[in-house]
């Protein structure tokens, strides 16, 4: 089955400065690949996904890069605000089943 | 639409009870995921439904937990009986199955075994 590992656990960023979180996965036909914001309390949301025939996506602050080859795939968010505080999740999906990251919790210092 | 509901929202039951908690997804969605989150194993997928039919279920952590989906708008997820360590929070997600399709998640059930 489908093995998805997220780095790094924590991170901690001062406020305007860029987060990078990656992640890798190992079932080449792994297809789609989102990425969930999930705030204390709530259910994770949808912020960004990427296809695996796109290797770039943008959306405001937050872009969401695709390497097939090397099958990682990273989440940056620009400009990083308080609100962006938050436990981030990426995942994979292979088949009909998602599979998902250990989470990232991301830290925004005013 | 409403999105994926969730009841109840908070559940406290002593070691032993029976719990059933409770989904309704996103209407059309055909694809249902119950999800298990704590800080020690993080998200971990329990049993997947397409079309009301149960295709995963080798993420149920034994025989104390079952999973329904009698129709395309409900199910359900029981344990019984409850024990301690099955405290943490319990997610339902839906989507639909075919193509790039995000999955939905509801607000999740706060399970509490003493």
């Known amino acids: 089955g489908e093995n998805v590992e997220q780095h790094p656990s924590t991170l901690s960023v001062q406020e305007g400065d860029s987060a990078v979180i990656k992640c890798t996965y190992s079932?080449?036909?792994?297809?789609?690949f989102p990425w969930y914001k999930q705030e204390l309390g709530k259910g994770p949301q949808l912020i960004i996904d990427?296809?695996?025939?796109?290797g770039e996506k943008k959306d405001q602050r937050i872009a969401v890069t695709l390497n097939k080859t090397a099958k990682h795939f990273s989440l940056h968010i620009t400009e990083t605000q308080p609100e962006d505080s938050a436990v981030y999740f990426c995942a994979a999906r292979a088949g009909n089943q998602f599979y998902f990251g250990t989470g990232t919790s991301l830290t925004v210092i005013p | 639409d409403a999105g994926v509901i969730q009841s109840p929202r908070h559940e406290v039951t002593e070691m032993g009870q029976e719990v059933t908690l409770r989904c309704k997804p996103i209407s059309g969605h055909n694809s249902l995921f119950w999800y298990r989150q704590t800080m020690m194993r993080g998200l971990e997928l329990l049993i997947y439904f397409n079309n009301n039919v149960p295709i995963d279920d080798s993420g149920m952590p034994e025989d104390r937990f079952s999973a329904k989906m009698p129709n395309a708008s409900f199910s359900t997820l029981k344990i019984q009986p409850s024990e301690p360590r099955d405290s943490a929070v319990y997610f339902c997600?839906?989507?639909?199955?075919?193509?790039?399709?995000?999955?939905?998640f509801g607000p999740g059930t706060r399970l509490t075994v003493l």
């Open positions: 079932d080449s036909a792994s297809n789609y």
């Open positions: 997600a839906s989507s639909f199955t075919s193509g790039y399709n995000e999955q939905f």
């Open positions: 990427i296809r695996s025939n796109v």
